[in-house]
């Protein structure tokens, strides 16, 4: 199987099986539609950035489906913090999984781990410690959509940028 140059993994608890009105889904929504379906064409040349989803319980289990870092060169893990995340202690084991892996030596930080807080009723899971993150409490939510769609990009570009720069720095050093 090769290796995607980079994932996106949106991750929400949802309010309610099948619920099509939690925050997590329209944003898991609008990243693929942005990144993965539409993609992005530059000079005739087609290129999309997979944008995966974890929400449902995974079999025999009530964690979702396991996430292997391994399929991809990057991988921006996009966690959506509400008080349904917050109830279901379950999700903080899931995500310190997620976070030893991203931690892991082996992957040498390349990885991104982002929260997006969408309500301010608690703590955050444990897990995630002092992850930094966007506060985007939806009240409209195109416009939300826009904000957090729009800083989640912004970020992704950041990071591949600083990576390229740094790839030209130790290549000039050699």
Do not use: C
């Not at 140059?5 to 329209?26: F, N």
């Amino acid at each position: 199987m090769p290796i995607d140059p980079l994932r996106v993994y949106v991750l929400w608890a949802p309010s309610e099986p099948g619920a099509k009105d939690d925050p997590g889904y329209r944003l898991a929504a609008s990243l693929h539609r942005q990144l993965d379906v539409v993609g992005m064409i530059r000079d005739g040349i087609g290129f999309r950035i997979p944008v995966f989803h974890r929400s449902s319980s995974w079999q025999p289990n009530p964690d979702p489906r396991p996430i292997d870092l391994s399929a991809a060169r990057r991988n921006v893990i996009i966690v959506v913090v509400d008080d349904v995340m917050r109830a279901r202690t379950h999700w903080n084991d899931y995500l310190t999984g997620i976070m030893q892996q991203v931690t892991d030596p082996a992957r040498k930080g390349i990885d991104i781990v982002l929260p997006v807080i969408v309500s301010l009723s608690g703590p955050n899971p444990p897990a995630l410690g002092n992850k930094q993150g966007i506060v985007a409490v939806p009240k409209d939510w195109d416009s939300w959509l826009r904000r957090v769609t729009m800083y989640t990009m912004g970020v992704i570009w950041a990071r591949e940028r600083t990576e390229r720069l740094q790839q030209r720095r130790t290549g000039a050093e050699q």
